[in-house]
């Protein structure tokens, strides 16, 4: 049986990043996650939509951002998809002067794994996956 | 997102800031800082209470540290206070917090202004 899932549209604008969290969060809390986890979730998913809108679209809100949840392993996938201007590798390097290059290093802290595909002028997608701690505990004791 | 100033002494802006500090409110943020900091140059010390602010990420980080020179070359300090734990952990996983000391209260930051002879 298939897993819980959720999934957001939404314009490039950054006035929709708190709506990304609230449900980000929301969907969190269903699952077995502290209350920290769930605020490094909100974090990890606020850089990469800000990512999305502000570097791929450039902040213009007539491009559409795609986020979705999925429910996995009692974990949770989180998938930031946009059809902007990807990753150019020297773009990369200014636009993290700005964010003082955090943004990339937050996901990575905060979630289990991160998969990033990204090609200029087709887009970036950022996969990223949490396991609840407790259940990396619980699995690492029954291995005893 | 909410700013109130407070003046305090001479030498110091503490603003009481209500809200998220993200890509959404970071321009209001920055503009705000450089307004209060243009319309006195007398003002060196910005105290910022976090004690409303639910939400901080690299752009709301990005803006404290964007004001950082300013403030030096004021020779003036920017401190934190009052941040939510949660708050708190970004603020020092950052690495912010290596320049930018962060302190329970108004007093607490108060006095490590005196200490630093900066007040």
Redesign the interface.
């Known amino acids: 049986m298939a897993g819980n899932f959720a999934r957001l549209e939404f314009s490039g604008s950054?006035?929709n990043?708190?709506l990304a969290?609230v449900a980000g969060a929301t969907f969190a809390g269903n699952l077995e996650f502290t209350?920290?986890e769930i605020?490094e979730i909100?974090?990890a998913l606020?850089?990469a939509v800000?990512n999305a809108?502000?570097h791929g679209y450039s902040e213009n809100p007539d491009g559409v951002v795609k986020v979705h949840f999925y429910e996995e392993n009692r974990g949770m996938k989180i998938i930031v998809e946009d059809r902007g201007c990807g990753m150019d590798e020297t773009k990369k390097k200014e636009s993290d002067e700005?964010?003082?290059g955090?943004?990339l290093t937050?996901i990575k802290?905060f979630m289990d794994e991160v998969k990033i595909d990204s090609q200029p002028g087709k887009g970036t997608r950022i996969e990223m996956y949490k396991r609840p701690a407790r259940l990396e505990k619980l699995a690492a004791g029954d291995e005893k | 997102m909410i700013l109130k100033e407070e003046v305090i002494g001479r030498s110091t802006i503490m603003l009481h800031i209500t809200g998220?500090l993200?890509?959404?409110t970071a321009d209001e943020f920055r503009q705000s800082l450089a307004t209060v900091l243009e319309r006195d140059i007398r003002k060196k010390n910005l105290i910022l209470d976090m004690k409303n602010v639910n939400?901080i990420?690299?752009?709301g980080?990005?803006v404290i540290?964007g004001r950082y020179r300013a403030i030096q070359m004021r020779r003036g300090k920017i401190i934190i206070t009052s941040p939510q734990p949660?708050v708190k952990?970004?603020l020092e996983?950052?690495g912010i917090t290596r320049v930018v000391p962060v302190v329970s209260d108004k007093e607490s930051a108060r006095d490590l202004l005196e200490q630093k002879g900066v007040e």
Do not use: Q
């Open positions: 950054t006035s990043l708190g969290r209350l920290t605020e909100k974090v606020s850089e800000s809108i502000i700005e964010r003082l955090l943004g937050f802290a | 998220d993200d890509a959404h939400f990420d690299s752009s980080l990005g540290l949660h952990k970004i996983f950052s």
